[in-house]
């Protein structure tokens, strides 16, 4: 049996960046953040973030066969924006919950107050990116009262991704269609929220 090794001449995956990390104060903020963080429990961390689909993100062109017509189906006219906001721990996604329309600073509490919240453990480090929304004193007091810490990530810096767990569009489409189809969602007091637009 033979064994193929791998092309000398392989294409690496191209990753990319915010350019705005490369400006020395914004990278001297990211180096001092990291620096600061060696001592941190991985599995005390929880990392919140959101993520959103619309209707008006389907695709407008595709492919069939020669001499037929494509015909595919989206909304016309009427927009929508569905939210996924959760956290995420080593171990995978805790605290999901979706939102019909984009996050505020009013639903962003509302979400750590009756989601987050219950799944926080004494000692836990949540971490946030410097959305205005998660600035609210009261955010930090809520989360500061369950005995956990609150960090926000420095500028252009997006939370890691633990064993490919992610707020992915595959997450939020998955989310979403379980929305949708009254399927059963994960185990947390509020797993849905519907704003009146």
């Given amino acids: 049996m033979a064994l193929l090794s791998a092309a000398r001449d392989h294409k690496e995956k191209k990753t990319g960046h915010a350019v705005e ?32 689909t619309a209707t ?5 062109h595709g492919r069939c066969k020669r001499g037929e017509r494509l015909r595919m189906g989206f909304p016309h006219g009427h927009r929508k924006t569905t939210t996924l906001v959760a956290g995420l721990r080593k171990t995978g996604m805790v605290a999901p ?37 998660h600035k609210r004193a009261s955010v930090q007091e809520m989360i500061e009262a ?21 707020l992915s569009p595959l997450t939020v489409s998955h989310f979403v269609h379980r929305q949708h189809t009254g399927a059963a969602l994960p185990k947390s007091p509020i797993h849905s929220i519907r704003s009146n637009r």
Avoid at 26 to 49: A, H, I, S
Avoid at 56 to 60: H, K, L, P, Y
């Fill in 21 to 52: 990390q490369d400006r020395p104060n914004v990278l001297k903020k990211r180096l001092d953040w990291f620096n600061g963080q060696l001592d941190l429990d991985p599995e005390r961390l929880v990392f919140v973030d959101e993520t959103w």
């Fill in 56 to 60: 008006n993100m389907a695709r407008s």
């Fill in 97 to 133: 919950m979706t939102l019909d329309g984009p996050i505020n600073g009013d639903w962003f509490e509302a979400y750590v107050r009756h989601v987050l919240i219950p799944t926080l453990r004494p000692g836990d480090v949540v971490i946030m990116d410097n959305l205005s929304s």
């Fill in 146 to 166: 369950t005995g956990a810490r609150l960090m926000f990530l420095p500028p252009y810096t997006r939370p890691p991704c633990f064993a490919g767990e992610a």
